[in-house]
């Protein structure tokens, strides 16, 4: 069960643990069929890189760092303002709060907000659904603050990331830098791929065919 690793594109396994293999193959039938030992077929290698392109297409909407209600606590405070009030459309408002939301991010200690809040604008009538929510969390002082709570759609909901026990015992439930899709699927693909190549290249090489046993 030796590994080698002088030409890990040609086999694995060294010489004596392919001569076993051989060996085996030769000798075992399942129902009067052997196992022959051929290549990767070229559409199944083209069908496993569709899979990969497909699983890449179908998260990649989920990609990036999620709205937080921080990003809208600005336009929350600012949205019952006599000079908010007195614009005539949703839209002028709307457009108002977005542009003294970003000045208040450019001056956080978080530099993703402003980027944060760009791709991920809001309607006038999601900012007065959700506003109720984020006076609340503001005002009741609890144990998880605006950064916490993910906004989905027009409702602010805690976070279900669960990260590192603060010094109060609770878990961190801010999103990681790690767990943004793109990073994840990165992952989980390349881990395939190594696993992949582990175990094809454990066998022996294509080029060695193995003589069925005739009984």
């Given at each position: 069960m030796a590994?080698?690793?002088?030409?890990?594109?040609?086999?694995l396994s060294d010489e004596e643990q392919n001569k076993r293999a051989i060996t085996l193959w030769e000798a075992e039938r399942h129902g009067d069929l052997w196992a022959a030992n051929n290549r990767l077929p070229f559409p199944v290698t083209l069908l496993i890189a569709l899979i990969v392109l497909t699983a890449f297409m179908m998260t990649m909407p989920i990609w990036g760092q999620r709205p937080t209600a921080e990003l809208y606590a600005p336009m929350v405070q600012l949205m019952d303002s006599p000079q908010v009030k007195g614009m005539a459309t949703n839209k002028e408002k709307i457009a108002y709060l977005t542009t003294e939301a970003m000045k208040a991010h450019e001056q956080a200690k978080d530099s993703r907000l402003p980027g944060l809040l760009e791709r991920h604008p809001i309607t006038w009538s999601d900012?007065?659904?959700?506003?109720?929510?984020?006076?609340?969390?503001?005002?009741?002082?609890?144990?998880?603050?605006l950064e916490s709570y993910t906004v989905v759609g027009d409702q602010v909901v805690l976070a279900n990331f669960e990260g590192m026990r603060r010094p109060d015992g609770k878990r961190l439930r801010t999103q990681p830098w790690f767990d943004t899709g793109f990073i994840i699927d990165m992952f989980y693909v390349t881990y395939f791929i190594i696993v992949m190549v582990l175990v094809c290249k454990r066998l022996p090489h294509f080029s060695q065919k193995a003589n069925p046993k005739k009984n």
């Open positions: 590994w080698k690793f002088d030409n890990p594109l040609y086999s900012l007065q659904l959700m506003a109720p929510a984020i006076r609340e969390i503001q005002s009741s002082g609890g144990t998880y603050g």
